[in-house]
């Protein structure tokens, strides 16, 4: 198992402990690092007025009443579904008195799995749906809470029914082979899964309460949020909120070319990597000494500029408080990220300058003498199988990551399906107009999915939509020091899904938001707190102690920063990007 994917599993899996790290009162809620998602609390959501700026919503839901057994749920006929004809292989009650739900699993169209927990006694008509990481193909906790909802309770209260499902394939999350010869797997993958999953899920809650469900909800980070952005454009109907996190938005460049650029850069004879892990530190301390704040965190890597010949060796010498003029031939290309022959960028943004003490595991070997294979760094696993396998829809290319061309011809191959993968289609006026809200957050030093992405993809919404028309449903937060999805030299926890429940069900625009840098997943010791702002808001030191959040206030981001970040595939971010796929006679057409 690589290291990446056991880092993806291991944060999983920490969910299930979740509901013992909950607690039901108004201090702050402990949560779990992962990759996937979230969770909510009806009447009580919501931590520290200190904590966030948001209070808690207010529309507390009636409480409704399963109208039949859970074991009867397995007799139920879910066939007549449009599009996504179901049926349940079980239904068990899991837990007793207020903790208690009806555990229902089953399948969409014979390949998706879905697990649907719903509440016995305490559910109040809210729904939330859970999206997957990776490449997905497993059922992660549909209730579990994650770092990015840490202010609400809702293990303990218990009164949503969640979901989610392994998006159409069973495999390891890092494994894209069961995509090839299988355009069927690979288009609901892309998109089509999760709306089946919605559909089904709301149908048997339906069933359940004898009601569907008042509010629709969904949380997602990395592909997850690539999912959850999928839901907004192409069905808006759906959901009411949507929050979605470190959205892998580019999957077909991200996957190829952004990833199989770190690791040819860094591959040296034989394999052996140029860049190596005992130079790491070296680099890591001339980025903070140069560019973090008091605090120690870098607010906006595009005016962070080091000077790496402060750290190159002199002439005929090599020790690890030093790079060699290759090395840091190998740092500056990393840096800049892939380009073509032409020297256009070939993904959405350069590899953000802040996050090079997760170089190791990812694109350096975390041990000397390693070799730059999958079994060594993550980013080869993440430009094997999706360009062989998955970018054209389950038809082979052969290419991987030691094949790539870092061509114009390379980068127009992989993308022809570009449009069914990523979802870059900034009209969202459909699920505007039906009151939908939707916040997007990315950790500024992201090494996984770069935060460019989802910083072009607010801009492109705003340029086709109006500027004043999308923060009335659109918001985006940029959090400094963290990598992806939480993770970082220290997990964070902050409460998104609060922000979004207010914004939904009482109108109140998404404000203030408070990080915690914690110890670990399972520690959690707030080692440091600081204040997030909606873009293209920053924070700036306003005096005391420099781990504390009110030490800062809200200030505007630095002067002449650009909000796009130019490269060979921003033309698809526009209205109507999307298409779409079928499968007839074992014949692909797509439109």
Known sequence: MNILEDLIRKLLLSIQSTRELCRTNRTRALGVLTIVALGTVVSACGGHDSDNNTSAPQNAFAVAKPVMACADLAKANLSSIEGAPASITSATVVGSGDASYCDVKGTVTTTTNFEVRLPMQTYTQRFLMVGCGGYCGFISAPSGVASQSSGCVPLNSNQMVTAASDLGHQASLSSGAWANGNPTAAIDFAYASMHKTTLVSKAIAQTFYGKTPT????????????????????????????????????????????????????????????????????????????????????????????????????????????????????????????????????????????????????????????LMIPANVGDAVWSSDFPNYMALLG??????????????????????????????????????????????????????????????????????????????????????????????????????LTQMLSWVENGTTPGQVNVNFVASSTDSTVLKSRPVFPYPSTVAYNGGDVNSASSYNRADVPAGVSDTFQWLGLSSYKAGANQSCSVTNGSLTCQ
């Open 215 to 370: 509010k629709s909800y969904y949380q997602g980070c990395s592909d997850g949020g690539r999912e959850g952005l999928h839901e907004a454009q192409r069905y808006p109907e759906d959901y009411d909120g949507i929050v979605v996190g470190a959205p892998v938005i580019d999957e077909v460049p991200t996957n190829s070319f952004y990833h199989g650029w770190n690791v040819r850069v860094n591959t040296g004879p034989n394999n052996a990597p140029i860049l190596t892990v005992d130079k790491i530190p070296a680099l890591v301390n001339l980025v903070q000494a140069t560019c973090a704040d008091k605090g120690g965190l870098i607010q906006d890597p595009r005016v962070c500029k080091p000077d790496l010949t402060k750290i190159q060796c002199a002439s005929g010498t090599d020790t690890a408080q030093c790079l060699t003029a290759a090395q840091i031939d190998v740092v500056q290309k990393i840096w800049n990220g892939p380009v073509d022959e032409n020297g256009n960028h070939l993904s959405a943004g350069d590899m953000p300058i802040g996050g090079e003490a997760n170089w190791p595991g990812t694109m350096v070997p975390k041990t000397l003498g390693s």
């Open 395 to 496: 038809t082979p290319t052969g290419i991987t990551y030691t094949n790539l061309q870092f061509t114009t011809t390379g980068f127009t191959q992989l993308m022809q399906y570009g449009r069914v993968w990523d979802p870059t289609n900034t009209d969202l006026s459909k699920f505007a107009a039906r009151g939908g809200k939707l916040i997007v957050w990315h950790g500024w030093s992201d090494t996984g999915a770069s935060p460019y992405m989802s910083l072009n993809y607010w801009t492109q919404v705003r340029n086709t939509m109006g500027a004043d028309a999308a923060s009335k449903f659109m918001t985006l937060y940029m959090i400094p020091g963290v990598y992806h999805c939480n993770s970082g030299p220290n997990t964070t926890k902050e409460d998104f």
